[in-house]
């Protein structure tokens, strides 16, 4: 977990004298992961209110639910696959760990009880696993997902988009589990295990030179753990920042995820905790690579890392959500963002009038009746059909969704620094 501390100096909300202070009794008390407890219940208690009050129906939709459907989410309940719909009632009911399991314990028992997260790969929608080789895709999944939903929606992104992914699959610790710790989540700003995992393979994908964009999806929970991953980069990226003028003490802090009381030999290298000084510093060159599209983003804090010299903000982040999606509403869709600690940069886009909180059935199908044209590369239009855009940068690329651009292997403008192309880059028609 993270101390109030420690959230504070990641997102540069204390003062630089009081950087690693010992809080009081009352900040304690009154401070929950660095934000006030009244600014999380109001939060809450704006996201029910919706009209009609149909909650089931803001994380399931309100129209019929087809399980026939390609990619639906709701065929995981197919009856006519009996065994992957038991599975999944199981992982969804039986409250489980984010624990690797010991070698001693056989999977059979293991398998209910211990559910850690996995990086697991799918290729693209031809079976191809080295299309787009200077670019990572990486998926950051939401609750109650099992191996299956995470197929799932990999495959839909696969379809969609044309590119393999790499799945960082948040594994569901049953109903129960998932909605505890998103709720700690919220409060303390940190996803332990889960963050553990996430960070390695998009850092390395950052300091890879043969990579150009490493595109980042994530859906639900999976914001709040792609946030807490970019606390954590911002670390990195601040040492670098410290090595070209100016000193902040918050880089140099131990920020740790996981289980810090765990000693590094009782634990297995995936599952130790993250701390800076395992990482070398990330520039603004490699920072800049960086692309978070954010469905339903229900995180807190979701701030740029920086600026380069030129102005422009890095890493690039965009978030979508449906107006009655309870969950988007706890994060980017909050009645009262400002008055509930809600911090989310980049452009916002939202689907008026729509339910629904699955990333297939609620999200990407609408993306791909509104903007996928046959085997056109790129979008249909250049409009955020079916969403509007909410929250106006000054941009004018987010006048039309950047990850539209990449629809059936389509190609986004490049993102350069000071005009000047990211070392070993491509060029913007190469593949």
């Not at 009794?25 to 939060?43: I, T, Y």
């Not at 639910?65 to 969804?92: C, H, Q």
């Not at 706890?330 to 008026?352: F, H, K, Q, W």
């Amino acid at each position: 977990m993270i101390s109030p501390n420690d959230w504070a100096a990641a997102t540069g909300d204390l003062p630089s004298e009081r950087l690693g202070s010992v809080p009081s009794q009352r900040e304690w008390d009154d401070v929950v992961g660095g934000r006030e407890f009244g600014e999380l219940v109001r939060g809450v208690r704006d996201a029910l209110d919706i009209e009609p009050p149909l909650w089931l129906g803001s994380i399931l939709g309100v129209s019929p639910w087809l399980p026939l459907k390609r990619f639906s989410e709701f065929g995981l309940l197919d009856p006519s696959r009996p065994v992957r719909a038991a599975t999944y009632l199981a992982d969804i009911l039986v409250p489980s760990l984010p624990l690797t399991p010991p070698a001693w314990l056989p999977q059979a028992i293991a398998w209910p009880f211990l559910h850690p997260t996995r990086i697991r790969q799918r290729p693209d929608h031809n079976g191809s696993w080295i299309s787009h080789p200077r670019e990572a895709w990486l998926f950051v999944n939401g609750i109650l997902t099992n191996d299956a939903v995470a197929e799932l929606n990999a495959a839909y992104l696969a379809y969609l988009f044309h590119r393999p992914i790499t799945i960082v699959q948040n594994s569901t610790g049953g109903a129960a589990g998932d909605l505890f710790e998103c709720a700690l989540d919220k409060a303390f700003g940190a996803t332990g295990e889960a963050a553990t995992k996430a960070f390695p393979p998009i850092y390395d994908a950052l300091k890879d030179p043969d990579k150009d964009r490493v595109v980042v999806i994530a859906h639900s929970q999976g914001t709040i753990i792609t946030s807490v991953v970019l606390r954590f980069m911002k670390l990195l990226h601040q040492r670098h920042r410290d090595a070209h003028g100016g000193a902040a003490p918050a880089a140099r802090r131990e920020l740790r995820f996981g289980r810090p009381e765990a000693e590094p030999e009782d634990v297995l290298p995936d599952a130790m905790p993250l701390a800076p000084t395992d990482f070398d510093a990330l520039t603004d060159d490699e920072v800049a690579k960086l692309e978070v599209y954010c469905f339903a983003n229900c995180a807190t804090q979701m701030p740029y890392l920086g600026t380069t010299v030129d102005g422009r903000p890095i890493p690039w982040i965009e978030s979508y959500g449906n107006q009655f999606d309870i969950v988007a509403r706890l994060g980017m869709l909050a009645p009262n963002r400002d008055e509930t600690g809600v911090v989310i940069d980049g452009p916002l886009y939202e689907r008026r009038g729509a339910w629904g909180h699955l990333l297939n059935d609620h999200y990407l199908r609408g993306i791909e009746q509104a903007q996928k044209s046959g085997r056109k590369r790129g979008p249909k239009t250049e409009s955020a059909d079916p969403y509007v855009l909410i929250s106006p940068t000054g941009d004018p690329d987010a006048e039309s969704p950047r990850l539209f651009h990449y629809i059936n292997g389509g190609l986004a403008p490049r993102r350069t620094i000071n005009e000047t192309a990211v070392p070993g880059a491509a060029t913007d028609g190469a593949a």
